[in-house]
């Protein structure tokens, strides 16, 4: 095998390079391989117990696991920094040279520490902020509209469910407003100093800011004149969406709560976040006499249980000659909301850095969105399957995009009215043009809307880390 590398290098060399220089090469690849297997086996090992300590965390914010995952956080920047001491120092002039692409970019991405570059006690103080901010998200609380004694309604389930389904304007602008007052307004001094230590780690790894630094795993120059470009030529497509959506909502609202002109009140579409409007499906179906293709109430009446929906997702994806879930996965995975303690409900998928354990972590209701949000993080756990023996440094998606592509594309596919009605889920439906202009809708609700709301955020974000948007703003 090494023989062989050094030949094709040797063929690849140009005459005016001496022989010698390809054999140094040679000998410098065969050092850099073993230099990059022996850290391996201790970042996996690292990285294993960081993922254990936040997942223990995640399923039951206590205040003893809080402190656990803040240790193993400075135990993983440890190692982080170690490793990226001797891939900077005494290999930071050879990787350059090295001539294979793949050994060259483990060293180029191991190169970059990401928020481990701050001192000790300035990242403690970074990781408290970031678990502060998320426990004041996960466990926010407000009043019910009805009743102002009953202050216990939560962003999952009561939350989630009341922007979902009901349609009274009131009602919902009290729940959209009370939210982000118990949210966050909340954490607006943490993010502030977030943004600042954030931005202090991207400039010690050489980035301007922290929104550039994300940008890096995408490996482009022109990423933000791409999505712009991208974003523009959808543009028309989301108009004429938001339009006859705006008209709809005008019919039900009364035209004191929606202008015929302007922007679309935010708490009306059906989502805390109005990134995704299929709620309002009911409301806006455009032949409202086919049959529904929500199929919540088929599942309901078939006793579908949380375990059913993972084992026909799974049985999906075998079906596709993937990967069946590892025993593990069935062991240790959380699919419903446990009693009795705080939980990051929002769904998620984990890979635990050694190739054997993958789990899930989600408080499944029986409705279509979790069968099919199921199927999506399914989706991330194939794609870990899949990528399980490159070295660590690779297991990640191709791009920070990719992965939530991956888990769409299977998602996607499920929901479509013909594999519903193959899974029993759908009985006499006939696929006709009309039934199929209502799917097609159904997914621009969730799909195409998704989009402008994604770049915003990223654009938001761009522009508070290179300071384009101050704190006052
Ligand atoms: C470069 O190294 C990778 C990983 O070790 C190997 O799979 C690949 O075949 C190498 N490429 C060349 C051109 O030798
Ligand atoms: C509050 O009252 C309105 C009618 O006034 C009703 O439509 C709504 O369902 C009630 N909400 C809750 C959470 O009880
Ligand atoms: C919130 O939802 C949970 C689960 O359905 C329910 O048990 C609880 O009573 C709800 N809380 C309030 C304040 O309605
Ligand atoms: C499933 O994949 C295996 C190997 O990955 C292959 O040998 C087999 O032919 C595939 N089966 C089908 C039905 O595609």
Known sequence: MVCLRRKVCCVIVTIALAIDLCHSQGADEIEARLFLAGLEQRSQLECNKLVEASWNYEADLSAVNNQLRAQAQLEKARWDKEQWELVTG???????????????????????????????????????????????????????????????????????RIMKKSRNYDELRHVWEEWRLSS?????????QFVE????????????????????????????????????QLKPLYEQLHAYVRRRLREVYGQDKVS???????????????????????????YPNKPSLDVTQFMQAQGYTPERMFRLADDFFQSLNLSAMPPQFWARSIIEKPLGREMVCHASAWDFCNGVDYRIKQCTEVNMDYLVTTHHEMGHIQY????????????????????????????????????LKNIGLLDDIVIDRESDINFLMLMALDKVVFLPFGYLMDRWRWDVFNGNTYPDD
């Open 197 to 232: 230590l954030a931005n202090e780690a991207a400039q010690r790894n050489r980035f301007d800011n922290m929104g550039e630094m994300w940008l890096y795993p995408y490996e482009s120059l022109t990423f933000k004149s791409d999505m712009k470009r991208l974003w523009l």
């Open 184 to 192: 966050g307004a909340l954490m607006r001094k943490k993010y502030e």
């Open 260 to 286: 015929r002109r302007g922007a679309i009140p935010a708490h009306l579409l059906g989502n805390m976040w109005a990134q995704s409007w299929s709620n309002i499906y009911d409301i806006v179906q455009p």
């Open 384 to 419: 870990f399957i899949q990528y399980r023996h490159q070295p660590l440094i690779f297991r990640e998606g191709a791009n920070p995009g990719f992965h939530e592509a991956v888990g769409d594309v299977m998602s996607l596919s499920v929901s479509t009215p013909r594999h």
């Open 90 to 160: 005494e290999w930071g002039h050879r990787w350059p040279t090295l001539r294979n692409e793949s050994l060259r970019r483990q060293f180029r991405h191991l190169s970059i520490l990401g928020t481990a570059a701050l001192p000790e006690d300035r990242l403690a103080k970074y990781n408290d902020l970031v678990s502060d901010m998320k426990t004041t998200y996960s466990t926010a609380k407000i009043c019910d509209y009805n009743d102002f004694t009953n202050c216990n309604l939560r962003l999952e389930p009561n939350l989630t």
